[in-house]
């Protein structure tokens, strides 16, 4: 399968503790999203990478979220001393740069989701 | 500032009839515009997009939607719904010439396909 993949599936942790997702994207994608959902709602954008680049960053992202992604390829989002209300799906997505610079769509992981006890 | 608008929680047809699932968007530029579908505990499937050219556009599944930039409008339609369908509908814009490439997602409706 060439899809985007996300682990782990499912995360539970206690609140003040940090976790660390993982987003591998298909292969020659270069642009890379992280986007949150929470029941009931559409997913809401944190950021966004083309290749090792964070280009734009949610203001719904707080200090305690980071994102990465070192040499462009695979991405990691960490979320330090968590809180109840961090409890949500995290998706990852990833898009290709497009013809002619036109936007293609983006392709979805299966998210992982979060529960903070 | 982008925004999308679903105006409906919930969509009840029965099966064989044809649904519309509504989509309302503000963009400064030109809009690019998208619907995805999620099933649940899944990720976003995407099932179409209108880039530039007609304002029909045909997706996976038999679904379509019509652009109407009067209207400022990106429904979703598909003649002869199935059970099949019942699922959760997001639809999404990209301001093309803002210099942002994030997708703001609506709210989402969920589409019941009643046997």
């Known amino acids: 399968d060439t899809g985007v993949s996300q682990n782990p599936r499912h995360k539970i942790t206690k609140r003040g503790q940090n976790v660390t997702f993982r987003c591998d994207p298909i292969?020659?994608?270069?642009?890379l999203y992280w986007y949150r959902q929470t029941l009931g709602q559409g997913p809401e954008f944190l950021t966004y990478?083309?290749?090792?680049?964070?280009?734009?960053k949610s203001r719904l992202l707080s200090d305690r979220f980071s994102a990465e992604r070192p040499k462009g390829s695979f991405s990691t989002l960490e979320i330090q001393r968590t809180e109840q209300g961090d409890s949500a799906m995290y998706l990852c997505?990833?898009?290709?740069?497009?013809?002619?610079?036109?936007?293609?769509?983006?392709?979805f992981g299966q998210g992982t989701r979060l529960t903070v006890v | 500032a982008q925004s999308v608008a679903q105006p409906e929680d919930q969509v009840n047809v029965a099966e064989g009839n044809p649904l519309t699932v509504k989509c309302t968007y503000s963009?400064?530029?030109?809009?690019?515009l998208f619907w995805y579908v999620q099933y649940p505990n899944r990720g976003l499937q995407f099932l179409l997009k209108?880039?530039?050219?007609?304002?029909l556009v045909k997706g996976s599944y038999g679904f379509e939607a019509e652009f109407n930039k009067s209207q400022t409008s990106f429904h979703l339609k598909k003649p002869s719904a199935l059970v099949s369908d019942s699922a959760l509908y997001f639809c999404?814009?990209?301001?093309?010439?803002?210099?942002?490439?994030?997708?703001?997602f609506g709210t989402g409706t969920r589409l019941k396909v009643l046997a």
């Open positions: 209108y880039i530039t050219g007609d304002n």
């Open positions: 997505a990833s898009s290709p740069p497009g013809p002619q610079g036109f936007s293609t769509e983006a392709f």
């Open positions: 963009v400064s530029g030109n809009p690019y």
């Open positions: 990478f083309q290749n090792e680049a964070q280009l734009e």
């Open positions: 292969s020659e994608h270069n642009r």
């Open positions: 999404a814009v990209r301001d093309s010439t803002s210099g942002t490439y994030k997708y703001i």
